[in-house]
């Protein structure tokens, strides 16, 4: 039988919200993947806390019909009610205001899997499409997570208009279709058990040592960056968004500097820690290269690794892998509790996926980036 719902927005510190998120989005995650691959409440609250970069966006469906004299938020719909009740749906979403500002970015919709083929998703998202071109938006860009699984395989495969990688023709690229969006990159997910046995390291190592030295250098931390070091990150961060594979997604170069990076790392640093490793070139102090690693206070186990950029003039000569084999060896010298560490990389990026592979990273899943327009027709 049909449900009936309403929708509402979240403000930053609805309690029981942020509590309803983090449930719907771990049986999500369970369904997906067959384990709980989330962040921690503590993180989801900082992500949404955040708007040095954007407006980041919490929408909900509840059961049942609003009051018509509940006050509405930033977005126009009702405020979410202080009392706790059942979270049918979400999305999350994030209005950048510092770059790319035309578009309406990292759309996550989640429908509890009780609920579904009810119209509760495409009404989130008519409610996410509003609200960017009411931002002056043109351009939407969502994503799904799409395990790796042999049962896939008798699915039709759906190609993004790179040609590399593909997803699986499921109810997620279905309803991503349905409304119009193309699939314009795919990234691997892969993941890396630990500990990485010594004499892998060690030999990695020497072949990167041997190609690198003594033309470069490199210097690792934990923790925040001091003043010259985040300004050697926000120059790396800007090669990172000009030169990373963004197959068809309509995404222009990042604007940084050290108050940016001392920023972003103010906010991981609140729930987890920063493991970071840069090279120089010697003879100029030049920042050539950069790998980051993130650990959660609550998923101590579990390794988020973060952007590892290489600039343009200065590949070829294993710096890539340099950087990252001295940053895991500096997370095993620290963070003992480290069992495993996930990347994502896109599936066009072979230099990349070649030093994962040669670090032992197998893939395990993949993520879909679905893109449209939105200053045109709509799909309903």
């Not at 950048?96 to 609920?115: G, M």
């Amino acid at each position: 039988m049909p449900i009936d719902f309403h929708l509402v927005e979240v403000p930053v510190g609805h309690s029981w919200a942020y509590d309803a998120l983090a449930t719907l989005s771990t049986e999500i995650s369970v369904e997906t993947y067959g384990e709980d691959r989330t962040v921690s409440l503590a993180t989801l609250r900082q992500l949404h806390g955040d708007d040095h970069q954007g407006v980041p966006g919490f929408l909900a469906a509840l059961p049942g019909v609003g009051s018509p004299t509940t006050p509405t938020g930033r977005f126009g719909l009702p405020v979410a009610p202080e009392d706790p009740a059942e979270m049918l749906a979400s999305v999350e979403f994030l209005l950048p205001t510092l770059d790319n500002t035309h578009l309406v970015d990292d759309a996550w919709l989640q429908v509890d899997i009780r609920y579904r083929r009810q119209g509760i998703g495409r009404a989130l998202w008519r409610e996410v499409v509003r609200i960017g071109r009411e931002h002056g938006r043109t351009t939407l860009v969502m994503w799904s997570d799409h395990a790796l699984d042999v049962h896939d395989t008798a699915l039709p495969r759906v190609e993004p208009s790179t040609g590399a990688g593909d997803v699986p023709l499921g109810p997620a690229a279905g309803f991503a279709l349905a409304l119009g969006h193309r699939l314009e990159q795919v990234e691997r997910q892969s993941r890396l058990l630990l500990p990485v046995d010594d004499s892998r390291l060690a030999a990695l190592a020497s072949e990167a040592e041997a190609h690198a030295i003594p033309r470069y250098r490199t210097e690792s931390w934990s923790g925040a960056s001091e003043t010259g070091r985040a300004e050697a990150l926000a120059r790396l961060n800007h090669a990172f968004s000009s030169d990373a594979p963004t197959g068809g997604i309509d995404v222009e170069p990042q604007e940084w500097d050290a108050a940016r990076v001392h920023r972003q790392e103010e906010r991981s640093l609140r729930t987890g820690e920063l493991f970071t490793t840069v090279a120089f070139e010697a003879s100029t102090g030049e920042p050539v290269a950069v790998t980051q690693l993130f650990c959660e206070y609550a998923h101590p186990h579990r390794v988020e690794q973060r952007n590892t950029v290489v600039s343009a003039p200065h590949r070829g000569v294993r710096l890539g892998l340099l950087v990252k084999v001295t940053n895991l060896r500096l997370l095993a010298a620290s963070w003992p509790e480290a069992r495993e560490v996930t990347t994502w990389n896109a599936d066009e990026n072979a230099p990349m996926l070649a030093i994962n592979t040669a670090l032992g990273y197998r893939p395990f899943a993949r993520s879909a980036a679905w893109q449209r327009r939105i200053d045109g027709p709509s799909p309903w």
